[in-house]
């Protein structure tokens, strides 16, 4: 059953929230550190305040309002929509972000676009399947606080020593991690969702347009993630190799 709110906030109430959040990052946290950097890094730290917090109450909102784990088409219960809107305000503020920082990442803004479609859709349009979202969305924001003190890391390490050992140190663990999650796990649950689907299971329930969008999006995002993650195991091969190179002569 799902658990009883005696208030519940919205996407603009969380969007609020984590617009102060990132501002109190900018212009007090990394106040010392250079224009790009203060920016990203103040990016970095909203996405840690929303990917653990996402984690647990997506992970409360499934576990305890969820009767059937195998359906992936159940009604959206309350807790279960106060997931989505967290996220979705997460969302917005970063896409903000993107949008004034980084306009020539058009791949972070598609990203961020789709994601908010996917869970707009599903709060407001649809009123089904919320649970195979956030189990999604724990799967990508479980990785959150290795990802961005990894990033942030990477941000000072020509500057830092400390921050340069840290990447160092940080970079192989956390490239696995990420590989096993978003290249096996996250994998083999979009083919569960895509199975289910299929089935006709979710007729009347989810719109074929509503979940065929959504598969779109989903394996777009593990796809890029993906070879994201190559990408940066290729570069670590490369510092490896040129490091090695380096001692021999």
Known sequence: MAAVFLFTPTIPTFFIMFSFVYLLAYF??????GPQQRAG??????SLVHGTPAVLIATYAIINTQ???GNLASPNTTSQNIVLEFSSGYFLMDLLHYIIFYPREVLFIL???VTLYVFVTCRYMVHHGASAILILLILAEITSPCQNVWTLASFRKAEVP???????????PFYVFYSVVRGVIGPLFVYKMGVFYISGVADGLIPKWAWVSWMVVI???????????????????????????????
């Not at 007090?28 to 550190?33: A, D, G, K, V």
């Not at 400390?162 to 192989?172: C, F, Q, R, W």
């Not at 190559?230 to 490091?243: A, G, P, V």
């Open 111 to 113: 990203h961020h676009l």
């Open 28 to 33: 007090l946290i990394f106040c010392n550190w």
């Open 41 to 46: 890094a103040s990016s970095c730290f909203i």
């Open 162 to 172: 400390a921050s340069a050992k840290l990447y160092k140190i940080l970079s192989p």
């Open 67 to 69: 009767r059937n784990f």
């Open 219 to 249: 394996i777009s995002a593990i796809a890029l993630s993906i070879l994201w993650i190559l990408n940066n195991w290729l570069d670590l091969y490369k510092e490896s190799r040129n490091r090695a190179s380096k001692k021999v002569r």
